[in-house]
C-alpha cells in the first residue's frame, strides 16, 4: 500500500510528464495548425485505456476520445504491442472525429509488463482526399476524405516503419509539414515517456499502478458526489442543423437527458438519421462532446478519466446523424458534435443557471485557405477555428471573441504569423457589432468579424459554417443572437453569403470576410440596467437607436444622458 502522499507525487509526476509532452509539441511542430492553433491534445492512460490517468489543456472534443482511441489499438494489436511500437490511428468511428486529427500512440512497458499508453491526437493538415486541406463541405463518403490509418504501426520497436511513412508522405499535399507534425507528435511522446520511466525507477512500477488505480476510484467518488447537487428529473431539448453541405435541407436533432443520484442518462434518440455530407458525428465525438458538458456542469476542474465518466450514459442508435456506420463522411463532423454538447447545454441552461449561459455562435467557422506561394512556388496552408460570441449568463453579459465550446484551449492564430509566411493579407479583425448580439436584461458576448484578401494568383478556399438559419437561442426571455456566415467579394461579381464552400478558386485581391454570431441574451432585454445600455453605446457596442428599439427607451432621454456623461469626461 503506498502512502497518500506518494500517490499524490505520482500523480503530479504524471500530469507533468503530459504536460511537458504537449509543450514539446508545441515547440517543434511543422504547422500553425499546431504550434499557433493548438489544434491537439495529449494524455496518459493506465495499461487497460479506462481513461486518461494525466493530461494537459487542449481540444476537449479530442480528449474526450483517447480512451476509445487506446482501445481500438488493443483491439487490434493486444498481444502484439512491444516497447518501441507508435501505432497511427484515424479512423472516426471506432475512435476518432475525421481523418485529419491523427492520433499517435506509443505503449510504455516496465521490463515486460505494459504499465500504460502514452496518446497525442493532433490534427495533420494535409492527409490527400479530393480537396487541398483534406476536410470539406461537399464530401458524402469517407474515401473522398483522406488517407485512412487503422491502427497502423509506423514505428516498430523503436524503428521508423518506412513503407507506412511512404504512403503517408505520398498521399499529401504538403508531406514536409505533415512529416515534421508526425515527428514532432513522436519526439513529445519520447518526451513523456522519459519522464514516467523517471517515476518508475524512482517508486516501482507497482506504486505507479496503485497510483493510476487510486486515481480512477477518486474520479468515480467526485463525480457521483457531484451529481448528487444537480436538480433531478428529465429535460429535453430539440433543435435543427442548418443543412448536411449537400442540400438545403434543415436535420432535426433532439436529446433527453435525465438525472438521478447515480447516472446522468442522454438520449439522443429521435434525432435525424446519417446525413449524405460530411457533417455526420463519430460516436466517440459524440461521446466526447456529452462528456464536456458533463463536466461543465458537475465539476469543470476534476480530472477526465473512466472513473469519473462511470455515472455517464449515452445513447445515439447506430445509423443515426450521432453514430453513423461507414462509409458515411465525418470530415466536418463538429457541425453535428457541437449540438451533442449544445442540446444538452440548452436542456439544462435554466435549471442549472449559476453553471451554464445561453447559447453561444457554437459552430467552429473552420477555415482553410491553401494554394502556391508565387514567391516561393511552395503550397501553403491557413487551417483554422474562428472565434465568436459566448451567451449571457444569469448575471452578467457574455464574452465576446472566445472559440467555440467543443476548441477549449485552441488559440486564434496570429495575423503576423500568417502575413509573414504566407501570400495573405489580414485585411481587419473587429468584434462584430455590425450583426449585434442576443439582447436581454443580459447581453451576449460579440463574434468577430475577420478579412482575408489574396496575395497570390491562385488560392482555394474551403469553409464550413453553422448557426446560420438558427441562431444562437436565449434564455428566460432573451433574444436569440445573430447568424454566422461568409461574405465573398470576388473581381468582377457581386458579393455573396456563403456557409459552405469547397474548394471556392480565389484569385490576387478577393477577398473574404468572416462574420461570426454574438451569443444569445438571458432575461427580458427591458430589465436591463440603464448604466449597462448607456455603456454599450459609449463603447459603441449598440447604437442609440438599437437602445430604443430594443430597450423600449426614450431617445431623446438618452441623448441627454450621454451628453452629461461625456462632460463629466
Not at 507525487?9 to 500553425?32: C, D, H, V
Not at 495499461?47 to 489499438?73: H, M, N
Not at 458537475?298 to 442508435?317: E, M, Q, S, V
Not at 443557471?353 to 503550397?379: N, Q, V
Request: one cysteine or more.
Amino acid at each position: 500500500m503506498v502512502d497518500i502522499f506518494t500517490l499524490e507525487i505520482i500523480k503530479n509526476g504524471l500530469i507533468a510528464a503530459s504536460e511537458e509532452m504537449f509543450y514539446a509539441f508545441q515547440r517543434t511542430a511543422k504547422s500553425p495548425v499546431i504550434y499557433e492553433v493548438l489544434d491537439y491534445a495529449v494524455g496518459i492512460t493506465d495499461y487497460e485505456g479506462r481513461g486518461l490517468v494525466a493530461q494537459s489543456p487542449g481540444v476537449p472534443g479530442f480528449s474526450g476520445v483517447l480512451d476509445f482511441t487506446i482501445r481500438e489499438v488493443l483491439n487490434k494489436w493486444k498481444n502484439e504491442l512491444n516497447a518501441g511500437d507508435i501505432i497511427a490511428t484515424n479512423i472516426p468511428y471506432s475512435g476518432g472525429t475525421h481523418l485529419n486529427d491523427v492520433a499517435l500512440v506509443m505503449p510504455v512497458f516496465y521490463k515486460d509488463e505494459l504499465l500504460g499508453f502514452i496518446v497525442n491526437k493532433g490534427h495533420w493538415s494535409e492527409i490527400g482526399g479530393m480537396h487541398f486541406g483534406s476536410w470539406t463541405s461537399d464530401a458524402n463518403e469517407i474515401f473522398q476524405e483522406g488517407l485512412q490509418l487503422p491502427s497502423i504501426k509506423i514505428y516498430i520497436e523503436d524503428r521508423p516503419n518506412r513503407d507506412v511513412i511512404d504512403i503517408i508522405k505520398a498521399n499529401s499535399r504538403l508531406p514536409e509539414a505533415t512529416l515534421g507534425d508526425m515527428e514532432a507528435q513522436i519526439g513529445s511522446m519520447k518526451v513523456a515517456k522519459k519522464r514516467i520511466d523517471e517515476l518508475v525507477r524512482k517508486y516501482g512500477i507497482e506504486a505507479i499502478k496503485e497510483a493510476m488505480e487510486k486515481l480512477i476510484e477518486d474520479g468515480e467518488k467526485l463525480s457521483k458526489l457531484r451529481l448528487k447537487e444537480l436538480p433531478k428529473g428529465t429535460f429535453e431539448a430539440e433543435d435543427y442543423i442548418d443543412d448536411d453541405g449537400i442540400n438545403d435541407n434543415p436535420i432535426y436533432v433532439r436529446v433527453k437527458v435525465t438525472i438521478t443520484d447515480d447516472e446522468f442518462i442522454v438520449d439522443f434518440t429521435g434525432s435525424s438519421n446519417q446525413v449524405n455530407g460530411s457533417i455526420n458525428s463519430p460516436l466517440p465525438a459524440t461521446v466526447s462532446a456529452v462528456r464536456e458538458i458533463y463536466m461543465a456542469v458537475t465539476d469543470p476542474h476534476a480530472l477526465p478519466n473512466a472513473g469519473y465518466f462511470k455515472p455517464l450514459k449515452i445513447i445515439a442508435p447506430e445509423g443515426s446523424i450521432f453514430n453513423p456506420k461507414k462509409p458515411a463522411a465525418t470530415s466536418t463532423y463538429w457541425e453535428s458534435m457541437s449540438y451533442a454538447t449544445d442540446l444538452v447545454w440548452k436542456a439544462l441552461a435554466p435549471h442549472v443557471p449559476e453553471k451554464l449561459s445561453a447559447g453561444h455562435f457554437l459552430s467552429i467557422l473552420a477555415t482553410i485557405i491553401g494554394g502556391i506561394d508565387d514567391r516561393t512556388g511552395e503550397p501553403f496552408a491557413i487551417v483554422e477555428p474562428q472565434p465568436g460570441g459566448w451567451g449571457a449568463s444569469y448575471n452578467s453579459d457574455g464574452e465576446s471573441a472566445l472559440v467555440a465550446s467543443g476548441d477549449g484551449e485552441t488559440y486564434i492564430a496570429s495575423a503576423e504569423v500568417y502575413e509573414n509566411r504566407m501570400p495573405i493579407l489580414v485585411d481587419r479583425i473587429a468584434l462584430n457589432t455590425e450583426d449585434g448580439v442576443g439582447h436581454g436584461k443580459y447581453r451576449g458576448g460579440f463574434g468577430i468579424i475577420k478579412d482575408y484578401i489574396i496575395l497570390c494568383k491562385e488560392a482555394y478556399f474551403t469553409v464550413s459554417i453553422g448557426r446560420y438559419k438558427y441562431t444562437p437561442w436565449g434564455v428566460n426571455g432573451g433574444m436569440n443572437g445573430p447568424p454566422n456566415y461568409c461574405v465573398v467579394y470576388k473581381k468582377g461579381e457581386k458579393p455573396r453569403i456563403i456557409r459552405k464552400a469547397a474548394a471556392l478558386k480565389l484569385e490576387y485581391g478577393d477577398k473574404i470576410s468572416l462574420h461570426s454570431a454574438g451569443g444569445g441574451g438571458w432575461g427580458n432585454p427591458v430589465e436591463r440596467d440603464l448604466n449597462l445600455i448607456l455603456n454599450d453605446i459609449i463603447n459603441e457596442y449598440i447604437s442609440i437607436d438599437t437602445a430604443e428599439k430594443v430597450y423600449k427607451l426614450d431617445k431623446n432621454l438618452l441623448k441627454n444622458l450621454l451628453k452629461d456623461i461625456y462632460k463629466k469626461l
